[in-house]
């Protein structure tokens, strides 16, 4: 769950100051997928009908600006990750993104906001939201029809982007063939925009005379016995769990049943936060405690070759039974069931915390 309601002029971000309402983009449910795409239809028919009235030409099948099977095919993509836009508990937009994170490259393919919802900021501060939800993203690119005013004011105006290419029968994008392209109208010309993102993938920590040394968060998560993976519920929640793990390879390792909360939020996003804190410390005749704390930003994910999972799963069993004779009983009751986790860590960075 990503919340966002205030922007101003940044030179990283591009934004204009202006106070915004608070959305939150939730990954879009599989029961909500009709409405989704039935959303977005009447979206971007109203756009047109507002620009030149009832003009059926610009339609790709019948009275839709948007065909449902773009909007499908844009939905299903591989890297695709779709979420709803919610402002007060009601669904007022709808926003597809796909993610290349070798590239730290993403694409805008899809933004909505209903029509009665317009004119009060929603659009930018979904977009606000898209960029505080990948930070590690660092180039952003989207197209819109050459016609589309209102989008271009959006996209350059409110967001940041810069055109960068003008589409047309002579040029136009990898995408699209040369046979389709040599067949297009005025109507079909594309503008292409693109935001480069110049700044640091995670906020650096506001007390960092407190910041522990890397080396030593990497201790602390050797010793630790249990923490806190927190990832995005159901409803857009946080959702947070206690759970032993281990920390191996330089990774995080948790195990879990085969359904559940958990699972079915990591699915939908695979990014997600662990926390640990070691043995709390009292100095002789203080009352307040000293404790070190480690927070690890990074991603989720199922562990699906089975010697590995082995592997891990004896290593977690390992750390918590007293004996190889109880870690192997434990291994040949649950193993078979158990899904093992792998968690990649993006960032991590500790802190010691002084009550006093």
């Not at 993403?106 to 977009?127: T, Y």
């Not at 407190?210 to 927190?230: D, H, K, V, W």
């Not at 039974?321 to 860590?345: C, K, Q, W």
Request: aromatic share 12%; net charge negative.
């Amino acid at each position: 769950m990503i919340r966002t309601n205030t922007i101003t002029r940044d030179n990283n971000y591009g934004y204009v100051s202006m106070k915004l309402p608070e959305v939150i983009l939730v990954p879009l449910q599989p029961e909500d997928r009709e409405q989704f795409i039935l959303d977005n239809q009447w979206a971007f028919k109203y756009g047109a009908q507002q620009e030149f009235g009832m003009r059926d030409n610009r339609c790709e099948e019948g009275e839709e600006v948007i065909s449902r099977s773009t909007i499908e095919h844009s939905i299903d993509g591989e890297t695709a990750e779709t979420y709803r836009i919610i402002l007060d508990g009601q669904k007022v937009g709808g926003v597809v993104i796909t993610i290349d994170l070798e590239k730290a490259k993403g694409d805008l393919e899809l933004l909505f906001v209903l029509p009665e919802c317009h004119s009060k900021g929603i659009g930018q501060a979904a977009w606000k939201a898209v960029e505080a939800l990948h930070p590690e993203i660092r180039v952003w690119e989207t197209i819109t029809p050459y016609f589309e005013k209102r989008n271009i004011h959006f996209y350059v105006n409110r967001c940041g982007f810069q055109v960068v290419e003008f589409w047309n029968k002579h040029q136009h994008g990898p995408a699209v063939p040369e046979e389709e392209a040599g067949h297009w109208s005025e109507d079909d010309e594309m503008l292409v925009f693109r935001k480069v993102v110049d700044r640091p993938p995670f906020r650096p920590m506001r007390r960092f005379k407190q910041a522990l040394p890397e080396e030593t968060c990497y201790r602390i998560l050797e010793n630790a016995y249990r923490g806190f993976l927190s990832v995005n519920g159901d409803g857009g929640y946080p959702y947070s769990i206690p759970l032993n793990f281990v920390f191996e390879d330089g990774k995080l390792y948790f195990h879990c049943a085969r359904e559940g909360h958990k699972l079915d939020a990591i699915r939908a996003c695979n990014k997600a936060c662990f926390t640990v804190l070691d043995e709390p410390e009292k100095e002789p005749g203080d009352w307040w405690y000293h404790v070190n704390s480690v927070i690890c930003f990074g991603r989720v994910a199922i562990v699906t070759d089975e010697r590995e999972r082995m592997v891990r799963l004896r290593s977690l069993a390992g750390k918590y039974f007293p004996s190889g004779y109880d870690t192997e009983a434990d291994i040949h009751r649950n193993g078979p069931n158990a899904v093992v986790l792998a968690f990649t860590i993006d960032h991590i960075s500790g802190k010691a915390v002084r009550e006093k």
